[in-house]
T-cell receptor
């Protein structure tokens, strides 16, 4: 069975502060990890996937197999980063299992 | 170009009624997925189609739920004898192929009174 845990329902920071959205997973095989984002009144969209190893909108995420984590980080938060963030895991089937999401609020 | 569209955007029904939710995927996308998102939770997989056939329906909660994609494009999720617990946002997504990025629709908010 595969499972994704996002321990924080809400993360509140000030503009310019560093951000780390936590994600831990449970999967016996070799996982593929994703971060999805949903801005207010917009649809869910892919932010980044670990195999791409790229930075999107200043966000990065590193897969740590030892700690089974895939935390999302940004060194300086912007107000436009305020959104709902979902971590997701795909096993062999490529059907993602989503975490419950973390609401990020960036205050001016 | 047009993204994934879903109709209706909102549906209110009474317990025991039958509902149909429609999804129009991005043109040319062969894979289509249905998810259910309950309040305070992430999307939960229901079923996915590759072409016209349901390649994986393991997420459907029970036999009241059924989905079709007869021509390999538009899909309809059908829920019989609705229950209050079926209230959720139903999301549809499509991708070029199974292993490609999924593009989500805006969802249909179903409320069962």
């Amino acid at each position: 069975a595969q499972r994704v845990t996002q321990p924080e329902k809400l993360l509140s920071v000030f503009k310019g502060a560093p951000v780390e959205l936590k994600c831990n997973y449970s999967y016996s095989g070799s996982p593929e990890l994703f971060w999805y984002v949903q801005y207010s009144r917009q649809r869910l969209q892919l932010l980044l996937r670990h195999i791409s190893r790229e930075s999107i909108k200043g966000f990065t995420a590193d897969l740590n197999k030892g700690e089974t984590s895939f935390h999302l980080k940004k060194p300086f938060a912007q107000e436009e980063d305020s959104a709902m963030y979902y971590c997701a895991l795909s096993g062999g089937s490529y059907i993602p299992t989503f975490g419950r999401g973390t609401s990020l609020i960036v205050h001016p | 170009g047009a993204g994934v569209s879903q109709t209706p955007s909102n549906k209110v029904t009474e317990k025991g009624k039958y509902v149909e939710l429609r999804c129009d995927p991005i043109s040319g996308h062969t894979a289509l997925y249905w998810y259910r998102q309950s309040l305070g939770q992430g999307p939960e997989f229901l079923i996915y189609f590759q072409g016209t056939g349901a390649a994986d329906d393991s997420g459907l909660p029970n036999d009241r739920f059924f989905a079709v994609r007869p021509e390999g494009s538009v899909s309809t999720l059908k829920i019989q004898r609705t229950e209050r617990g079926d209230s959720a946002v139903y999301l549809c997504a499509s991708s070029l192929e199974l292993y490609n990025e999924q593009f989500f629709g805006p969802g249909t908010r179903l409320t069962v009174l």
